[in-house]
């Protein structure tokens, strides 16, 4: 059993969730804080639509966007010397995109449950906006923000139909633990996917009590 999808997979899901996080945050931060509830439906369903579009349907419009022969594409080969399309790269924005709408959801449903009297006591004090976001908003959410971290980061690894598309299955470089099952099935060899099959059970498994964990303090913090 070769190592490196293993190895890939992993990098590739830390990258992305790096990413999903940071952007998750501000993006349901903004969402939260919109004025108008049409136009909060209306970003929020874009939002949201990833998670409800078969992988493959993302993997093609990220084809559109980062193919050679598209515009943004080209600019980045041309001007940059960059080709992000079968690359490893590649894999970490299909897990990002993908992975995407569970943290932003996670993040967003933790920030509307902190208690709004406490937002305007700060405000009442004097304090800024954002710190009142990193000194209340922040520590009350916690719980709910990471544990859509911890599911996003699982999401991630398990990502196989946009990666397929943008990022190809490419041994030794885009080739993740999904991609890898699916060869080795392929192949025939069933002996070396099960072992596939098994680390990613055991991370799923891991990824569920983590969930657990982080949904009891969230509760906690509620009562």
Do not use: C, H
């Not at 490196?4 to 990413?19: F, N, Q, V």
């Not at 299909?94 to 509307?112: D, K």
Request: aromatic share 10%.
């Amino acid at each position: 059993m070769e190592l490196s999808p293993i190895i890939i997979s992993l990098k590739t899901a830390a990258a992305a969730i790096i990413l999903t996080f940071m952007l998750g945050l501000f993006v349901a931060r903004f969402v939260v804080n919109m004025k108008s509830e049409k136009a909060k439906m209306v970003v929020d369903g874009i939002m949201t639509l990833p998670l409800v579009l078969p992988p493959t349907v993302m993997g093609f419009l990220l084809l559109i966007v980062f193919g050679v022969n598209k515009p943004f594409g080209r600019f980045l080969l041309e001007v940059l010397g960059v080709r992000i399309v079968f690359s490893w790269t590649a894999t970490v924005i299909a897990a990002v995109a993908i992975s995407f709408p569970l943290m932003y959801r996670s993040a967003r449903g933790a920030f509307e449950q902190v208690d709004k009297n406490l937002l305007m006591a700060g405000r009442t004090l004097g304090m800024s906006e954002g710190r009142i976001f990193w000194r209340i908003t922040m520590p009350l959410a916690l719980p709910g923000v990471v544990a859509g971290g911890v599911l996003s980061f699982a999401r991630g690894l398990g990502e196989f139909g946009a990666t397929a598309m943008v990022a190809g299955n490419i041994a030794n470089k885009t080739r993740t633990l999904p991609l890898a099952i699916y060869s080795e099935v392929a192949a025939g060899n069933m002996d070396i996917a099960f072992y596939y099959v098994l680390v990613i059970l055991v991370i799923s498994f891991l990824v569920v009590v983590l969930m657990n964990y982080f949904s009891q303090k969230e509760r906690k913090y509620l009562r």
